[in-house]
């Protein structure tokens, strides 16, 4: 059994959170209980002592993880989360939304996360490079290129990769396929970086055409101007979206008539932070979730949507680019209040979706354009979302159970045809 050792007042932990969701979806499919037992821990999980020297000369110890959840539909596969807050059980919630993240998507890998607990925005560039290559070296048994595949997630970027895929070359010889996420110069797919939030966006798009509204009629908050977030607010105003309030871990901005992003991202290069942006009003930070807008999209940490404040959200959709972003508990209360949640499943699945085209390319040696990974990344966005949205259609289930029945259904078939159970 999984340990409970992230459960707070009693409340279920974030792999606890999976689990049950899980095996609520193995009751609806009628699955054997064994599978259940299966998929209920981790195939293996890494606990690592990462001693670094610090510029000024003193030494850290830092803990890093790496779980590999199932394997079943092929290698395993995630990204590596640099974070304060990053937790084992937390990492492990990760790995085991990627095993049925990667199954809806229909891509061959199983699910896997990594996570270093640090706070990467309070390290220097070669602090940052000592602890991923600690890092590397202490994982690199478990990785290979069919075997687990690493990517960035939050707190790292491509940079984190190119150091891990050095580290890993030098015990094992160059293996540009060993990361995803990479620098386009060094093996890295074009198209790669604003994957997830081109995912993010087609399924925004995707849901206010069945919702038969314009994009300039929709008023959308996001928090995290990340990764996910910057990207998923540059595509979406690029489609005609109102963005009307952004929010980062220093500050909120809201502007009913619409942010103008470009502005936002010249004030954020080399601040690193919307807060003090003047293209609109300051917001609290801990205001941006119950903004005033249509569709909210949380792009930053984990459980931000819980039963505290998921009567507070004033969006009559939820389009989660963040991963874990709403609590169980809170998914009850938005059902309750007709506030549809399209799942992290889905939604941001772009990142891995072209994760996998570039494990592909490297495999093949050859290049994609930028064109055709859009072209085929778009392609698999709208089909997944479709499928989501007609399974539950069929089914009478909410959009979250309808990606787990899915996920779950394609990994237990793998693993009955592996011949586990
Ligand atoms: P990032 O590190 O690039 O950005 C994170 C953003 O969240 C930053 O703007 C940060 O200021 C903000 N943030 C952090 N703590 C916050 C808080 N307490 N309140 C408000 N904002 C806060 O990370 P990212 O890669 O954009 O990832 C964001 C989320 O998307 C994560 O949940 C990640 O797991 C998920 N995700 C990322 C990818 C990817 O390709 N990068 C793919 C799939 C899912």
Redesign the pocket.
């Known amino acids: 059994m999984v340990e409970p050792e992230h459960t707070a007042g009693g409340k279920p932990s974030p792999s606890e959170s999976v689990v049950r969701a899980m095996s609520e979806s193995a009751a609806r499919l009628g699955l054997k209980s064994e599978i259940v037992d299966l998929l209920r821990t981790s195939w293996r999980e890494m606990r690592a002592q990462l001693p670094v020297r610090m510029d000024d000369g003193s030494l850290r110890i830092f803990e890093g993880y790496r779980v590999q959840h199932n394997g079943a539909r092929g290698p395993y596969k995630g ?1 590596v ?1 640099f974070h304060p807050q990053a937790h084992i059980d937390e990492v492990r919630a ?1 790995a085991m939304l990627m095993t049925y993240k990667c199954a809806v998507m229909d891509l061959p890998f199983g699910g896997a996360k990594g996570g270093v607990m640090c706070d990467p925005t309070a390290m220097s560039v070669t602090e940052l490079n000592r602890l991923t290559r600690a890092y590397t070296q202490h994982i690199h048994m478990m990785l290979g290129i069919n075997r687990d595949i690493p990517a ?4 790292t970027n491509a940079q984190t990769m190119a150091w891990m895929m050095d580290a890993y070359g030098q015990l094992h010889g160059h293996t540009p396929g060993i990361v995803t996420g990479k620098p386009v110069e060094l093996g890295g797919s074009f198209g790669r970086e604003q ?2 939030g081109r995912g993010v966006v087609a399924c925004m798009r995707e849901y206010a055409m069945r919702e038969g509204v314009a994009p300039s009629d929709v008023r959308v908050a996001v ?7 910057a990207w998923t607010c540059r595509l979406a105003a690029a489609l005609g979206f109102r963005i009307v309030a952004v ?4 500050g909120a901005i809201v502007n009913d008539q619409g942010l103008d992003i470009a502005a936002l991202d010249a004030w954020t290069k080399g601040r690193g ?1 919307v807060a003090g942006f003047d293209g609109g009003q300051p917001l609290p ?1 801990d205001a941006l979730l119950g903004a005033d807008c249509d569709y909210l999209v949380p ?4 459980e931000v949507v819980t039963a505290e404040n998921a009567h507070t959200i004033n969006a009559r959709a939820i389009i989660e ?3 874990h972003p709403t609590t169980p508990e809170a998914d009850e209360i938005l059902a309750r209040r007709a506030v549809i949640v399209v799942p992290d499943i889905v939604v ?1 699945a772009g ?1 891995v979706t072209v994760s996998y085209f570039e494990w592909t390319q490297n495999i093949q040696q050859f290049r994609w354009d930028l064109d055709q990974v859009n072209a085929e990344l778009e392609e698999r966005m709208v089909l997944a979302f479709n499928t989501l949205t007609a399974r539950a259609a069929h089914d009478g289930t909410r959009l979250r159970q309808a990606a787990f029945d899915l996920g779950l259904e394609r990994v237990a078939q793998a693993i009955i045809l592996r011949g586990f159970v």
Request: charged share 15%.
């Open positions: 990204g989360r990760l960035p997630d939050m707190g994957a997830t928090q995290g101007y990340g990764n996910v977030g929010g980062d871990v220093k932070s930070v792009a930053a940490l984990g680019g963040a991963n941001n990142g």
